[in-house]
């Protein structure tokens, strides 16, 4: 297998041999040829005791920045459990960078699972992402199950508060990073 040479007669014939290269590496970009595994503001646990030990709210949403970097296709998200699982139920979402719902778990929520694992939440629909800056958030309908928040980071974190739980609206992204309120999450 040897280096094949282009044969280039003039200037607009290398402009368009270029742009002939450009189209066949863009049709090749198709979501869900790269890993889909991506955590939230790039915090990976190195434990299943990392970050802060975090009680559910009903009416708040723990939201977290993701950076995608190519076309990635989301199935869903999953996130840390904390200390306590199993009695209260759990929604995935993902927003835009400003803020709008873009896909989400079912709304009646999925039973939060063992202590001290990763509990994956299927979105409703899959969703073709594309390079950009995203929110997730974790929502959940009681008090009694915990999840696992950043305890420290660098990127947008924080807690939306005045929600209820299985009713998703568009929010305000947080701008700054609030320890302990971003959760422990990563796409697949």
């Given at each position: 297998?040897?280096?094949?040479?282009?044969?280039?007669?003039?200037?607009?014939?290398?402009?368009?041999?270029?742009?002939?290269?450009?189209?066949?590496?863009?049709?090749?970009?198709?979501?869900?040829?790269?890993?889909?595994?991506?955590?939230?503001?790039?915090?990976?646990?190195?434990?299943?005791?990392t970050?802060?030990?975090?009680?559910?709210?009903a009416?708040?949403?723990?939201?977290?920045?993701?950076?995608i970097?190519?076309?990635?296709?989301?199935?869903?998200?999953?996130?840390?459990?904390?200390?306590?699982?199993?009695?209260?139920?759990?929604?995935?979402?993902?927003?835009?960078?400003?803020?709008?719902?873009?896909?989400?778990?079912?709304?009646?929520?999925?039973?939060?699972?063992?202590?001290?694992?990763?509990?994956?939440?299927?979105?409703?629909?899959?969703?073709?992402?594309?390079?950009?800056?995203?929110?997730?958030?974790?929502?959940?309908?009681?008090?009694?199950?915990?999840?696992?928040?950043?305890?420290?980071?660098?990127?947008?974190?924080?807690?939306?508060?005045?929600?209820?739980?299985?009713?998703?609206?568009?929010?305000?992204?947080?701008?700054?990073?609030?320890?302990?309120?971003?959760?422990?999450?990563?796409?697949?």
């Amino acid at each position: 297998m040897g280096v094949q040479k282009l044969a280039v007669t003039s200037g607009e014939d290398w402009i368009a041999r270029l742009q002939n290269v450009e189209n066949d590496l863009q049709a090749s970009e198709v979501t869900s040829l790269r890993g889909t595994h991506i955590y939230a503001g790039e915090f990976v646990p190195q434990t299943t005791t990392t970050g802060t030990d975090t009680a559910g709210v009903a009416t708040q949403i723990w939201v977290g920045e993701l950076r995608i970097g190519s076309n990635t296709l989301l199935t869903g998200l999953s996130y840390l459990i904390g200390s306590v699982g199993g009695t209260d139920k759990a929604i995935a979402i993902l927003y835009d960078s400003a803020g709008n719902v873009l896909a989400n778990s079912a709304l009646a929520g999925t039973t939060v699972g063992t202590t001290a694992t990763m509990q994956r939440l299927p979105f409703v629909t899959a969703y073709a992402a594309g390079p950009g800056l995203y929110y997730v958030g974790i929502s959940t309908n009681g008090t009694t199950a915990k999840l696992r928040t950043q305890a420290f980071g660098d990127t947008n974190a924080g807690v939306i508060t005045g929600q209820t739980f299985g009713t998703l609206a568009a929010i305000t992204p947080p701008s700054t990073f609030t320890a302990s309120q971003a959760p422990v999450v990563m796409t697949y």
